[in-house]
Every structure is written in structure tokens, then in C-alpha cells.
């Protein structure tokens, strides 16, 4: 007899959480947009060609449901979920988790550059991109180094951000104006990033085994979210004014109280840093560390439905 070994409560209620999101997901993209069925109605059709583009944070990277194990991209993603709502004709995703502006134009390994998607019926392109060209992952790495020395890391990583959030700026620009050159009748909307952790870090304090970093830096890791967030709007409205069909989607604010540090764990949409093995319940990181739970990608899902039906 083969006996399943049983997941973890955490585990439990992450998967739960999950399903519950996934199947809410279209008439809670629709929600403040007058009736539900209403707006189901509208927007069903509305977009026949959507391509998704960006990292992990795009591609629902440690969500169940996956359906590329190289890029780590799931069926439950805030993209899947858009296109639930809007089922078009086609829907390409080609979203990939440690995606920079370079997997655009460039192979990522043994993906097709992300910009090959694109074609001239293209009428629809979200997009989550620049993370991973800060290089917020080796950022956050090496404020748990320092956190388990009993340092800091603002000091040592806080001007190599600051040259690097130019350079962001640069590489969103041309984005938007590749992807309006090659799908001119296109609305891009270029999601943003959703906040990790709260501007007070001694909030973390209880939470240090599995947010393990000093409370200086775990304010200054959203203050680096924010000034990512702000640089992209910023340059999303200067290309707007322009003429190109670019809207920003703010993230950020929905997730003000649902940071990895919330204390009600129903309420929190990002993973933490250190999540339990479902095996074990030994703290490890996983891919989904520090991104949203299913919860988390219908939020950032309704925020962008949001942006398109206004």
C-alpha cells in the first residue's frame, strides 16, 4: 500500500488559498467594475490577441498548475487570470522566471526571445520586467548573508541600485517602444511590482526565522520596490504622453497591508523569504519565496482588469 505523505498546515493552506483564488478568479477581476456578470459580458471578446510577457513575477513562479518547468510558469499567474476574463481568440505566454529586458530581445537559455511573440493583430501586452535587471534577487541574498553576520547591507549595495535604476529606466523605454513598433494597435499595460515588505521593518521582528534580515534593511528593500515602481510609472506616462498605448498598473498600493510581514497570515500575499518543506517543515528557500501567493496574482490579475476597463 502506498501511503501520501500529508503536506504541512502551511503547505495546506497555501494550496487551499490557491484553488479558492484560481476559481474566484474572473468574477473577482470584475469586482468594482459594476455588476459581475456585467462586466464579464464586456470583457469577454474584447481583446482577441494577448501576449504576456516578463519574469516570475509575471509568470506565477512557485504557484501549482505549472506548464513550462523551465521558466516556471503557471496556469495561475495574474496573465492566466486576465485571460480567463477576456478569453481572446489567442493567448500567447511567454513569460519565464529570471526573465531581464535582454530575454525581450535575446534567447534566455533555450527560450525564444520574449519579443517573438508579438505580432501586428496583437491587441493586448501586459508585461512585468526590470526585477531582474537591478538585481533585486542578489540584493535580497545578500541582506540574509549579512543579517546572519549580524550586519546590514544597505551600505554595501545601495550605489550599485542607484546606477542601475537608470539603466531600468533606459531598457522600459525602449520596451515600450519595440513593443508599439511591432504591435501598433496594441494596449501594453505594464504591471508593476507588488510590495514584499512593510516600511516599518521592525514588523518583521516575529516573523525573523522566516524574514531574516536586519529591520533597517527590510525597510530599505521596500524603499528599493518603490523607487523601481516609481521609475517604471514615470516612464510609462512620459511614453503615454507621446502617443504610445502604455498604462502603468499599480500593484504596489493594493498590497500596503499584505506583505510577507503581516501578522494575519490570511492576509498576507507574498511569500516569505523562508517557506516550510511540505515534506519536512524544515525552512528552506523555494522558488515562490518572496513572491505572490495565488491570492497575491489575482490581486496584481484585478489591478491591471482594473487599468483596461477604466
Known amino acids: ?66 506548464t513550462n518547468d523551465t521558466c516556471k510558469r503557471s496556469t495561475s499567474s495574474y496573465a492566466s487570470l486576465l485571460a480567463a476574463a477576456y478569453k481572446p481568440a489567442v493567448f500567447k505566454d511567454v513569460t519565464c522566471s529570471g526573465a531581464t529586458t535582454k530575454s525581450l530581445w535575446n534567447k534566455q537559455g533555450s527560450q525564444a526571445p520574449q519579443v517573438n ?11 512585468t520586467l526590470g526585477g531582474n535587471d537591478l538585481g533585486f534577487t542578489e540584493t535580497l541574498t545578500q541582506c540574509v548573508v549579512a543579517s546572519q553576520l549580524g550586519n546590514t547591507c544597505k551600505a554595501s549595495v545601495a550605489k550599485t541600485l542607484d546606477a542601475k535604476l537608470d539603466y531600468v529606466a533606459s531598457r522600459t523605454r525602449d520596451m515600450i517602444t519595440d513593443i508599439s513598433r511591432r504591435s501598433p494597435n496594441a494596449r501594453i499595460v505594464l504591471v508593476g511590482y507588488p510590495r514584499l515588505f512593510p516600511a516599518d521593518g521592525s514588523r518583521c521582528a516575529p516573523y525573523k526565522a522566516q524574514v531574516p534580515l536586519a529591520a533597517s534593511d527590510v525597510a530599505y528593500l521596500d524603499q528599493v520596490t518603490r523607487e523601481l515602481n516609481v521609475t517604471q510609472a514615470l516612464v510609462a506616462h512620459q511614453a503615454k504622453t507621446e502617443g504610445k498605448k502604455v498604462t502603468y498598473a499599480d500593484t504596489y498600493s493594493a498590497f500596503t497591508d499584505a506583505h510577507m510581514c503581516q501578522s494575519d497570515a490570511a492576509k498576507r500575499w507574498i511569500n516569505p523569504v523562508l517557506t516550510p518543506n511540505a515534506s519536512t517543515g524544515k525552512l528552506t528557500v523555494t522558488s515562490g519565496s518572496a513572491h505572490p501567493n495565488g491570492v497575491g496574482h489575482l490581486m496584481m490579475g484585478r489591478k491591471a482588469y482594473q487599468v483596461l476597463q477604466g
Open 117 to 127: 511573440a508579438l505580432t501586428k493583430d496583437t491587441d493586448l501586452v501586459t508585461v
Open 1 to 66: 500500500m502506498t501511503r501520501t505523505r500529508r503536506r504541512s498546515a502551511p503547505a495546506r493552506r497555501a494550496a487551499v488559498a490557491t484553488v479558492a483564488a484560481t476559481a474566484a478568479g474572473v468574477s473577482l477581476l470584475s469586482a468594482g467594475a459594476g455588476s459581475a456578470q456585467a462586466a464579464d459580458a464586456s470583457a469577454a471578446g474584447a481583446y482577441k490577441h494577448y501576449v504576456a510577457l516578463g519574469d516570475s513575477y509575471a509568470a506565477g513562479t512557485g504557484l501549482p498548475q505549472a
